[in-house]
């Protein structure tokens, strides 16, 4: 009887010590991945912030050429964040992973937790976790929100040129508005207004028309479309097949601007812009304006490839921090080694990302230099995570 009990007692002692083990792996593990979310915010957030510090110039340029708004320019600044985010949260995840497991190395706390119980795939767990779901929101990015943010970025800056304000932002010089139509304006008067007003259009060969006007204002007609009212001038058309000029002499005219515009919603997407769907499918049209075919399956693997980047650099940055024994005065060597081998890789697949639009030989390289890198790192790191009796039958 008294044996019985004391089974009942140690059984009951096991369980309990095991309860807290249990509890304490998933507390430690949550400390993990909130150290590593928090390092992967930080790290991407950077990267994304120094990007569009070099991509604000070019597009405050584009922004004061055109006389826009500077919403428009946070517009653009906002799109084209989305267009690169699918190549640098990869990268945020392999600097999060070096930094984080450096820092617990360095801070005594993976030994500490070991000491605790906690295995070696238990400290991997974290980032295997995060690193899947960083893959699957890049997949949701190249797949569906980039093309989107590309679309958009693309008809915001042909919006943006084709505003009436191009009309009042250069004059003294021609302006091509369109393919076949110029606009010049001598110089700006009062209000706004635009003096030596000249439009030639020949947008149809056989009647080209020539609009002049001594001045000439940008006006909303209340209908939500602007209008240009041009006075004291003429209207001159020519008839190339039986040669006859005709000529209107006009004290106002009313100008559409909608026909000066050089925007066309007849405008064929390329490739970057494009569902993924499209690609797939793409229409003769499509083909003939955006051929060859190696352009859309170029693109099709790329946004395929691009998200298996996180785990080939997650796992580069476990290798270089997890794998051989811990040296006290730092691994300044391994991080070195790792960050190297996330620099070759990113911009191998870069090279290799533009090698697949012109030729379909290469598009297999996209995956190689994405899977095995990611397949080293594991192996590497395999010694630290297979039972010994395992490593010994595998050999590692």
Same mark, same amino acid.
């Given at each position: 009887?008294?044996?019985?009990?004391?089974?009942?007692?140690?059984?009951? *002692?096991?369980?309990? *010590?095991?309860?807290?083990?249990?509890?304490?792996?998933?507390?430690?593990?949550?400390?993990?991945?909130?150290?590593?979310?928090?390092?992967?915010?930080?790290?991407?957030?950077?990267?994304?912030?120094?990007?569009?510090?070099?991509?604000?110039?070019?597009?405050?340029?584009?922004?004061?050429?055109?006389?826009?708004?500077?919403?428009?320019?946070?517009?653009?600044?906002?799109?084209?964040?989305?267009?690169?985010?699918?190549?640098?949260?990869?990268?945020?995840?392999?600097?999060?992973?070096?930094?984080?497991?450096?820092?617990?190395?360095?801070?005594?706390?993976?030994?500490?937790?070991?000491?605790?119980?906690?295995?070696?795939?238990?400290?991997?767990?974290?980032?295997?976790?995060?690193?899947?779901?960083?893959?699957?929101?890049?997949?949701?990015?190249?797949?569906?929100?980039?093309?989107?943010?590309?679309?958009?970025?693309?008809?915001?800056?042909?919006?943006?040129?084709?505003?009436?304000?191009?009309?009042?932002?250069?004059?003294?010089?021609?302006?091509?508005?369109?393919?076949?139509?110029?606009?010049?304006?001598?110089?700006?008067?009062?209000?706004?207004?635009?003096?030596?007003?000249?439009?030639?259009?020949?947008?149809?060969?056989?009647?080209?028309?020539?609009?002049?006007?001594?001045?000439?204002?940008?006006?909303?007609?209340?209908?939500?479309?602007? *209008?240009?009212?041009?006075?004291?001038?003429?209207?001159?058309?020519?008839?190339?097949?039986?040669?006859?000029?005709?000529?209107?002499?006009?004290?106002?005219?009313?100008?559409?601007?909608?026909?000066?515009?050089?925007?066309?919603?007849? %405008?064929?997407?390329?490739?970057?812009?494009?569902?993924?769907?499209?690609?797939?499918?793409?229409?003769?049209?499509?083909?003939?304006?955006?051929?060859?075919?190696? *352009?859309?399956?170029?693109?099709?693997?790329? %946004?395929?490839?691009?998200?298996?980047?996180?785990?080939?650099?997650?796992?580069?940055?476990?290798?270089?921090?997890?794998?051989?024994?811990?040296? %006290?005065?730092?691994?300044?060597?391994?991080?070195?080694?790792?960050?190297?081998?996330?620099?070759?890789?990113?911009?191998?697949?870069?090279?290799?990302?533009?090698?697949?639009?012109?030729?379909?030989?290469?598009?297999?390289?996209?995956?190689?230099?994405?899977?095995?890198?990611?397949?080293?790192?594991?192996?590497?790191?395999?010694?630290?995570?297979?039972?010994?009796?395992?490593?010994?039958?595998?050999?590692?």
């Amino acid at each position: 009887m008294l044996d019985c009990f004391y089974s009942l007692d140690r059984l009951e *002692h096991l369980s309990s *010590h095991s309860c807290i083990n249990s509890v304490m792996n998933r507390l430690l593990t949550l400390y993990l991945l909130r150290q590593l979310a928090t390092a992967f915010a930080f790290a991407t957030g950077a990267v994304t912030f120094v990007v569009l510090f070099t991509q604000s110039f070019r597009l405050l340029s584009l922004v004061i050429e055109n006389s826009s708004t500077m919403w428009i320019f946070f517009q653009l600044l906002g799109l084209s964040a989305f267009t690169f985010l699918p190549l640098i949260m990869p990268l945020g995840m392999g600097v999060a992973t070096v930094f984080v497991y450096n820092k617990l190395a360095t801070d005594s706390e993976l030994v500490v937790m070991r000491a605790a119980g906690m295995s070696p795939m238990r400290l991997l767990e974290p980032t295997l976790l995060l690193t899947g779901a960083v893959t699957l929101v890049c997949f949701a990015m190249t797949l569906w929100i980039t093309p989107a943010a590309n679309r958009n970025l693309v008809e915001l800056q042909s919006k943006m040129r084709d505003s009436y304000a191009i009309f009042l932002s250069h004059p003294g010089s021609f302006n091509d508005l369109a393919e076949g139509l110029t606009f010049y304006a001598n110089k700006r008067g009062a209000n706004n207004s635009l003096q030596g007003i000249l439009i030639h259009d020949v947008r149809k060969p056989d009647s080209p028309v020539t609009t002049m006007a001594a001045t000439g204002q940008v006006v909303d007609t209340g209908g939500g479309e602007p *209008h240009m009212i041009i006075f004291n001038g003429r209207r001159q058309e020519l008839d190339r097949v039986t040669g006859k000029l005709s000529e209107l002499v006009f004290d106002q005219y009313v100008l559409d601007l909608d026909s000066l515009r050089s925007a066309s919603n007849s %405008r064929i997407p390329e490739p970057r812009e494009m569902p993924f769907g499209t690609l797939f499918n793409p229409s003769p049209e499509i083909m003939r304006a955006r051929g060859p075919a190696s *352009h859309f399956t170029g693109e099709i693997h790329s %946004r395929l490839a691009t998200p298996l980047l996180s785990f080939a650099y997650a796992l580069i940055g476990l290798a270089s921090i997890m794998a051989g024994s811990f040296n %006290r005065r730092g691994m300044g060597g391994r991080i070195l080694m790792g960050s190297l081998a996330i620099i070759i890789i990113q911009t191998g697949f870069m090279t290799l990302n533009g090698l697949a639009a012109r030729d379909t030989a290469y598009d297999f390289l996209l995956y190689l230099i994405a899977l095995v890198p990611a397949s080293v790192g594991f192996l590497v790191i395999g010694n630290e995570i297979l039972p010994p009796a395992l490593r010994r039958r595998l050999a590692l």
